[in-house]
Nanobody, 123 residues
Framework: QVQLVESGGGLVQAGGSLRLSCNAS?????????MAWFRQAPGNDRTVIAS????????YYADSVRGRFTISRGNVKNSVYLQMNSLKTEDTAVYYC???????????????WGQGTQVTVSS
């Protein structure tokens, strides 16, 4: 079992950048986990925006963020980052970090979740 803690959210103007971080801790933190970033805006479902295999060799991006966001794995075991550039107002949402055994693009594919961090993009 792992605990995930996100950080780096905040308020930014459209066109700006933010970098989200997610760090894992807990009894099974030394296992190899695929990790992902999801987001959920008010009234919308939680959807995946980027995911990475445990070693960073494979990555997935939702069409809405491809070319603007970059997911990367850190040197610390099971840490993951999301560099968000050219932010748009429609990127406003709560962003969640998730970890699971296999790379997936669905909520059901992940066993562990962070508490979420708010990203607000103003016009």
């Amino acid at each position: 079992q792992v605990q995930l803690v996100e950080s780096g959210g905040g308020l930014v103007q459209a066109g700006g950048s933010l970098r989200l971080s997610c760090n894992a801790s807990g009894p099974t933190v030394d296992r190899n986990y695929a990790m992902a970033w999801f987001r959920q805006a008010p009234g919308n479902d939680r959807t995946v925006i980027a995911s990475s295999s445990w070693n960073g060799a494979s990555a997935y991006y939702a069409d809405s963020v491809r070319g603007r966001f970059t997911i990367s794995r850190g040197n610390v075991k099971n840490s993951v980052y999301l560099q968000m550039n050219s932010l748009k107002t429609e990127d406003t949402a709560v962003y969640y970090c998730a970890a699971g055994s296999l790379l997936s693009t669905t909520i059901d594919g992940y066993d562990y979740w962070g508490q979420g961090t708010q990203v607000t993009v103003s016009s």
